[in-house]
């Protein structure tokens, strides 16, 4: 058999930000071994930089992208990755998530420590596989785009500096603290959780590609549709098992136990990253899959999504009432919000799919700034992100606790902030498709989830903590906190905006 390989649709312009991140991995790495370079400063800065390039790059690209009007064509890399606004928009929020975990370093790691290069290479070796998994057009791109990013988080989870300098040995006698038993809990159940779920997915995948003879997505869809005897049980089954191993990464119900303890006992600013990139990530796969792939088999997928759905959205909120750790609250909350997401899926439209990217959009800075305040507050113990920290903190720094009230009401979905508009035209898109139902329970569950959400606000400014200390706002986490306050509150004064920059880059 002659394998041939097609240059012609080689557009290395297209994945420029990927390899801009690539390579500012690989040198942030071999900086590393020189001692003069090994200096958190500097890698940070070198991170920011690398960062900031592919961020002007993705933006460069975007007049040109192939849309679903222009007519030009978007698959690369013999049909291997996808260039189109779609997956410009998706770069764009990985990279602004990543400025969370490099800002992030004046806590994680210290200037002391000896794997500070191997912090932020494993974070931007993370960016660029999910970069490249919004990009996938290939059952094979996805799945190694996927164990990318996934390996890199499993050892980020475990990376908490509080664990020691990096100097120590197998056979070293340290006295471990919570912080370091509970991170290295969150690894090992982030791993063996994400490797059977892992497994499960290339098992799907494989049914997949059995049933239909292909793995490229557009093929795969073009099949079932002209072909009937590609509908058969090996596609049925395969779509099943792939959708269950996505559906771990996302944290629907009944795949997200893991998350409220990997997110509680993860460093801070890899918890904040995690919270939304990896949501994106597969979401971006998940529509893809569904819009491009299987939308022939809507029938047989919407009554199960549509389930899972409001499951999610209810188990999430109602969970998220008896947490005291915030970052445990948070992580409840995630998996509620991954529950509303899926409704746009559920939908199966153009309207469905662009009130996920608009919705993804606003999510980012709700939980980039609710973070950075928790990370402000962040104490040492079992303790340390009690939601009794914020006991009066309306008193000690009145523009913190304005900043985590404006954060908490738009997760709530209050008007007029940006998150009461990701719901909106979330619901929107589900009543335009005549389910009625859906929405229902996606408004109930919304109600519950006032309960701990508002909870927050009362221990800022009901409540009192005399021996509490006067927060230290460093000034990273202060920059994305101004800048996460301007976009809630503009996005919720002015959302067509962002609204008509997600229709305009479907590319179904």
């Given amino acids: ?17 990927e390899l801009i991140i690539l390579i500012t991995a690989f040198f942030i790495l071999l900086a590393g071994l020189k001692k003069g370079m090994n200096t958190l400063s500097f890698l940070s800065g070198v991170s920011l930089i690398g960062v900031g390039a592919a961020f002007l790059f993705t933006l460069s690209l975007w007049s040109g992208a192939p849309t679903a009007e222009n007519g030009i064509g978007s698959s690369m890399f013999s049909g291997a990755l996808i260039h189109d606004r779609f997956s410009l928009i998706f770069n764009l929020i990985f990279l ?24 932020f ?3 931007l070796m993370a960016v660029a596989g999910m970069m490249f998994m919004a990009k996938s057009g290939n059952l094979i791109t996805i799945f190694i785009s996927l164990e990318l990013f996934s390996i890199a988080l499993y050892i980020l989870c475990g990376f908490s500096a509080k664990h020691g300098t990096g100097k120590e040995g197998p056979s070293s006698n340290t006295e471990l603290s919570w912080e370091t038993m509970a991170s290295q809990e969150s690894t090992v159940k982030y791993l063996l959780t994400g490797a059977f779920a892992s497994a499960i997915l290339v098992y799907g995948m494989a049914l997949i590609y059995a049933g239909s003879g292909t793995t490229e997505l557009r093929m795969i869809g073009q099949l079932i549709h002209e072909n009937p005897y590609t509908k058969n049980t ?12 996505l559906a771990f990464k996302v ?19 890899i918890t904040g990253f995690m919270s939304v990139a990896t949501k994106a990530a597969a979401f971006a796969v998940i529509a893809r899959v569904f819009f491009i792939a299987l939308p022939e088999l809507e029938k047989v997928w919407m009554p199960i999504l549509f389930g899972i759905s409001v499951l999610t959205m209810l188990v999430g909120n109602t969970a998220a009432i008896f947490q005291d750790d915030l970052k445990r609250m948070l992580a409840y909350s995630g998996v509620a919000h991954a529950g509303y997401l899926l409704i746009g899926i559920v939908t199966n439209t153009q309207e469905g799919m662009a009130s996920i990217i608009f919705y993804l959009s606003v999510y980012l800075f709700m939980n980039i700034g609710a973070f950075a305040v928790v990370f402000t507050m962040e104490g040492e113990g079992q303790e340390g992100n009690s939601i009794n920290r914020f006991k009066g903190l309306a008193k000690k720094n009145p523009l913190l606790a304005v900043a985590m009230s404006l954060f908490m009401v738009s997760l709530a979905g209050f008007p007029p902030t940006a998150g009461f508009f990701g719901k909106l035209f979330v619901f929107y898109a589900a009543v335009k498709k005549g389910y009625i ?49 301007v976009a809630v509150v503009a996005i919720g004064l002015f959302p067509s905006f962002l609204m008509e920059l997600a229709r305009g880059a479907i590319p179904f």
């Fill in 234 to 245: 090996l596609v049925y089954i395969g779509m099943g098992l792939m959708f269950c191993g």
């Fill in 96 to 119: 602004l998530m990543s400025l969370f975990a490099i800002f992030g370093s004046a806590r994680y790691p210290q200037e002391n420590h000896e794997n500070k290069a191997e912090y």
């Fill in 251 to 269: 944290s629907l119900v009944p795949f997200h136990s893991w998350t409220p303890d990997v997110y509680q006992g993860a460093p801070t600013p």
């Fill in 437 to 485: 139902l859906i929405t229902v329970m996606a408004v109930i569950a919304s109600i519950i989830s006032v309960y701990f959400y508002l909870r927050v606000i009362v221990m800022m400014y009901f409540h009192e903590d005399e021996n509490a200390s006067q927060p230290v706002i460093p000034k990273g986490m202060g920059a994305l906190i101004t800048i996460s306050c």
């Fill in 121 to 123: 290479t494993l974070l």
């Fill in 1 to 17: 058999m002659e394998v041939v390989i097609n240059f012609d649709d080689m557009n290395w312009a297209a994945i420029g930000p």
